[in-house]
């Protein structure tokens, strides 16, 4: 079975610095990644997602996330957060080895906060 | 394109009643999932439709149960309700089932169950 991990519930940055939020995934075969973002009384928002190709993959709001096979992580960054960032974020796999199926695998989620 | 919509966006109910959850994908989707979010157990895959057939199907009892209908849009029922089921449900649509769709989703219906 699929599994990730997103270590560090809660995550506090300063307006304009460095956002690192962690991910690793547990799977046999490398499956499809992605992160969403969930701001408070809203559904998930796709911020990108990884399928096959480039491993560094560039998604909306300035953040990137970059696939290394080698440490099944997953990792998402912003070069300078910004105060509209703050929300809770969700890494997700979806199994890439399994026909049709697309069910996503969340990990427990990452609240991020940017305080001036 | 108007994207996933969930009626109703709020929901408060008492225990052992039952609730219809619905939901309209994206023009053109024709994958429809659902999940269950609460704070002690996150987000959990309920089930995934196509073509008006359950494809997939997570680890919820029997209560639990959806549908879609030809013009792909979903519902959900929970029957039995218990103080548990209260969670925020959240619906996704995909162009299909295949590996690796991104799927969109709706806002929500927050359910309250008394």
């Known amino acids: 079975a699929q599994s990730v991990t997103q270590l560090g519930s809660h995550v506090s940055v300063s307006e304009g610095a460095l956002v690192l939020l962690r991910c690793n995934y547990s799977s046999s075969v490398p499956p499809y990644l992605f992160w969403y973002v969930q701001y408070p009384n809203q559904g998930l928002q796709l911020l990108l997602k990884?399928?096959?190709?480039?491993?560094l993959v560039k998604g909306i709001n300035g953040f990137e996330a970059e696939f290394k096979k080698s440490e099944t992580s997953f990792h998402l960054t912003k070069p300078s957060a910004h105060m509209s960032d703050a929300a809770e974020y969700f890494c997700a796999v979806s199994p890439a080895n399994t026909g049709t199926a697309s069910k996503l695998t969340f990990g427990t989620g990452t609240r991020l906060q940017v305080t001036l | 394109k108007a994207g996933v919509t969930q009626t109703p966006r709020y929901l408060i109910k008492t225990r052992g009643q039952q609730v219809t959850l619905s939901c309209s994908p994206i023009s053109g989707h024709r994958s429809v999932s659902w999940y269950q979010q609460t704070p002690g157990q996150g987000l959990q895959f309920l089930f995934e439709y196509f073509s008006e057939t359950q494809r997939n199907k997570g680890n919820f009892p029997g209560r639990f149960s959806g549908r879609q209908f030809s013009n792909s849009r979903s519902e959900m029922n929970v029957s039995t309700l218990e103080l548990g089921d209260s969670a925020l449900y959240l619906c996704?649509?995909?162009?299909?089932?295949?590996?690796?769709?991104?799927?969109?989703f709706g806002p929500g219906t927050r359910l309250l169950v008394l």
């Open positions: 996704a649509s995909s162009d299909g089932p295949g590996q690796g769709q991104t799927q969109y």
């Open positions: 990884y399928t096959t190709g480039a491993t």
